[in-house]
């Protein structure tokens, strides 16, 4: 069973996209309530101070479906604003699937439109929602229109969810399930990945995030970086959880 299930979430800045990621988190207990620190994915200074999303991170959550059945979610979180074409384009590549978060009163605006191009471009498979369905200006029956008009899907397809009281989210959970693929899990082929975003720490040095395409990339392993044809060691890896987890290996379809 293919149980990975990789996806970012697309929307226009201030639809609440960093709300509904977090509570994400929370409903899957990846975090507890009381670490629910407001946008825990924004955690760089500049992004706290100006509230909108400027990397592209990367968090591993693990979700256990109504049956009992397990699945790892790797979320994606990518920036809203325009000034961030780059890194939306990146994140977009390291997915299958992605959840178009619309405000359900302020309707589809052009960041929307031009992220949710890129990710059709990229062949995801797209989850549309609507978010602060709790807002007394919420218009679920307009709004959900314009988005069946921009994507031409069914009015059923479209989740209705509150990133902030946490109303729809379960539904959301299993929707990830079922209609994002599973990535192509080609562990025999030799490695090939593609670094989506890096950070440098004083005391690792640079690190990189990346989602594995093909073969298995393992702690210590040599790799070739073929943007400059310099080759580096992977002295430590592993998931992208709260805290860093360190791990022996990422095979194919994984991120870390």
Same mark, same amino acid.
């Given at each position: 069973?293919?149980?990975?299930?990789?996806?970012?979430?697309?929307?226009?800045?201030?639809?609440?996209?960093?709300?509904?990621?977090?509570?994400?988190?929370?409903?899957?207990?990846?975090?507890?309530?009381?670490?629910?620190?407001?946008?825990?994915?924004?955690?760089?200074?500049?992004?706290?101070?100006?509230?909108?999303? @400027?990397?592209?991170?990367?968090? %591993? =959550? /693990?979700?256990?479906?109504?049956?009992? !059945?397990?699945?790892?979610?790797?979320? &994606? $979180?990518?920036?809203?604003?325009?000034?961030?074409?780059?890194?939306?384009?990146?994140?977009?590549?390291?997915?299958?699937?992605?959840?178009?978060?619309?405000?359900?009163?302020?309707?589809?605006?052009?960041?929307?439109?031009?992220?949710?191009?890129?990710?059709?471009?990229?062949?995801?498979? @797209?989850?549309?929602?609507?978010? %602060? =369905? /709790?807002?007394?200006?919420?218009?679920? !029956?307009?709004?959900?229109?314009?988005? &069946? $008009?921009?994507?031409?899907?069914?009015?059923?397809?479209?989740?209705?969810?509150?990133?902030?009281?946490?109303?729809?989210?379960?539904?959301?959970?299993?929707?990830?399930?079922?209609?994002?693929?599973?990535?192509?899990?080609?562990?025999?082929?030799?490695?090939?990945?593609?670094?989506?975003?890096?950070?440098?720490?004083?005391?690792?040095?640079?690190?990189?995030?990346?989602?594995?395409?093909?073969?298995?990339?393992?702690?210590?392993?040599?790799?070739?970086?073929?943007?400059?044809?310099?080759?580096?060691?992977?002295?430590?890896?592993?998931?992208?959880?709260?805290?860093?987890?360190?791990?022996?290996?990422?095979?194919?379809?994984?991120?870390?």
């Amino acid at each position: 069973m293919n149980n990975i299930r990789n996806f970012c979430i697309i929307a226009h800045i201030d639809h609440g996209k960093s709300t509904l990621a977090d509570r994400l988190l929370q409903s899957t207990g990846t975090i507890s309530e009381r670490e629910m620190q407001e946008q825990v994915l924004d955690d760089m200074d500049l992004e706290r101070e100006r509230g909108i999303t @400027i990397k592209s991170h990367a968090i %591993k =959550i /693990d979700y256990k479906r109504p049956n009992g !059945e397990q699945y790892s979610f790797n979320l &994606i $979180d990518t920036p809203g604003h325009v000034d961030f074409a780059y890194e939306v384009s990146r994140a977009l590549k390291a997915c299958e699937g992605a959840i178009l978060v619309v405000d359900a009163a302020q309707g589809i605006e052009a960041q929307t439109i031009s992220n949710l191009y890129q990710a059709i471009d990229q062949n995801l498979e @797209i989850i549309p929602v609507l978010n %602060k =369905i /709790d807002l007394p200006g919420a218009d679920p !029956e307009g709004i959900g229109q314009q988005v &069946i $008009d921009l994507i031409g899907c069914e009015r059923e397809e479209i989740l209705h969810v509150s990133g902030k009281t946490g109303e729809g989210v379960p539904a959301l959970l299993e929707a990830i399930v079922e209609r994002v693929p599973g990535p192509k899990q080609e562990v025999d082929k030799p490695l090939r990945a593609l670094i989506f975003d890096s950070v440098f720490n004083t005391y690792r040095g640079s690190v990189a995030y990346v989602r594995v395409m093909e073969g298995t990339l393992k702690k210590g392993q040599a790799f070739k970086f073929m943007a400059n044809k310099e080759e580096y060691n992977a002295e430590d890896i592993g998931y992208l959880r709260m805290k860093y987890e360190p791990a022996k290996e990422l095979k194919a379809g994984e991120v870390g």
